[in-house]
């Protein structure tokens, strides 16, 4: 079954406790990317990556980090959380950049700093 | 840059009843348009999309067309269920590789 699969599922931590967030697509897709939802706001982009080895800011990447070393995984990286970074996150892929195609979603991290 | 705003909600609904969500956009070149809808506890998935003026995109009685004239690309279906219930968004996809979404619109349909 296609799919985009994140862990973990909920996530409580305190400030400053270095963690990081799993995506992983079984879809050969090249991109991928990680979002937030908060109330009000929609989904906003933090980073996103057009294939291995490539990746690049979205609107609100400050505190993040990410890396792309193999095709079907993009972890996001939280190496020092605060309470800000409190939300819903979802990764999501697409078999390439292009405005086109569609994206899938994972099922959410719903993330509490404390 | 890219913008999407799409009318607030919340909106609440009686079963069979005609629902539109407002949704204008602003962008730069000729971007896609889609709709995502999420249900309770899960992520998003599409509904719907359309990739160039005019076209209409379609999925489970829900349509939207692509206005140029108008920026606009505004959700509707004609008659709501109750399993309708979800929150929806408006996107935009422009060759800058990135997904700009519109607030989201929470949609509650009552039996």
């Known amino acids: 079954e296609a799919q985009v699969t994140q862990n973990p599922r909920y996530l409580i931590t305190v400030t400053g406790k270095k963690l990081t967030v799993t995506c992983s697509q079984n879809m050969n897709h090249e991109y991928m990317s990680w979002y937030r939802q908060d109330p009000g706001l929609g989904l906003r982009q933090i980073y996103y990556s057009m294939n291995v080895e490539v990746t690049d800011k979205g609107d609100v990447p400050e505190g993040y980090k990410v890396s792309r070393k193999e095709k079907r995984n993009f972890p996001l990286i939280l190496e020092s959380p605060s309470p800000n970074q409190t939300s819903l996150y979802f990764c999501?892929?697409?078999?390439?950049?292009?405005?086109?195609?569609?994206?899938?979603f994972g099922a959410g991290t719903r993330l509490s700093v404390l | 840059g890219n913008s999407v705003t799409q009318m607030e909600g919340p909106v609440t609904l009686s079963e069979e009843a005609f629902l539109t969500i407002n949704c204008t956009y602003t962008a730069t070149g000729y971007p896609s348009l889609f709709w995502y809808v999420q249900y309770p506890g899960e992520g998003l998935q599409l509904l719907l999309k359309?990739?160039?003026?005019?076209d209409k995109g379609s999925n489970k009685g829900f349509e939207a067309t692509y206005r140029k004239e108008t920026t606009s690309f505004h959700l509707e279906k004609g008659s709501v269920q109750v399993s309708d219930s979800a929150v929806y968004f408006c996107a935009l996809k422009s060759n800058d590789y990135k997904l700009s979404f519109g607030a989201g619109t929470t949609v509650t349909v009552r039996a």
């Open positions: 999501a892929s697409s078999l390439n950049g292009r405005a086109k195609n569609i994206q899938y």
């Open positions: 359309a990739t160039k003026a005019d």
